[in-house]
């Protein structure tokens, strides 16, 4: 569904004037706002539902992998990195597991592992923004780096159609949005049923989700700036 036709719908279920509220702006935000409350709902009942394959590309004796830096169109925000592999040879068939180690594990000082550790026992950590590989590669290597990774999804334009929650579901939206109109408005109980209508549907369509299995897809990043958070 577009988030144009969510938002047309939630004005014209509570009778409001597009020319008085412009849905371009306002209710946009309304939209992503509710979009948002959906979509951590989802996470919650099942961390993996928004999952991914992220690849980057090695860069010779460099530990550290700023993910803000590890970019796709369109952006994606990293939630969570779940697993790491690695290739340090261009030749290899398979990636490499890498094993996450925390940094108060380190015994030694950082760039000891970047150039001393084996590459046979690779491992990382996560720092801010980056994560961080031991040993550093010795070679550039395109697509040496991939991680499993949790996301979320970007917020939408007036004119874009959201292809991560099921269609026939969207119209929970429209009774999001609608809450926040009549608020808006002041009628505070119309306000309050359009609240709890929405609280009941979403209940339904995660408890619908609890039971489902959802396949992993796999994408590389370019081009567009990313969040690990």
Partial sequence: MLASTAIAKSLLDTHTDAEDYTPTTVWLEAYNIVRNKVINEIVKAKQNYFWNIVKFDLVIWQSEYNISEIMWAP??????VKKVFIKYDATSDYYKPVTFTPSALMMEDPDYYSVSHSQSAPFFNIKDRSVFIYPAPDAATVQGGKMNV?????ELAYGDEDDKVDADKQYIYALGIAEHIYKSQGKINESNDAKADFNTELLSFITEIKSRNNAPIKKRFVNNLNQYR
């Fill in 150 to 154: 949790i996301y979320q999804p970007s």
């Fill in 75 to 80: 952006a994606l925000v990293i939630k969570n």
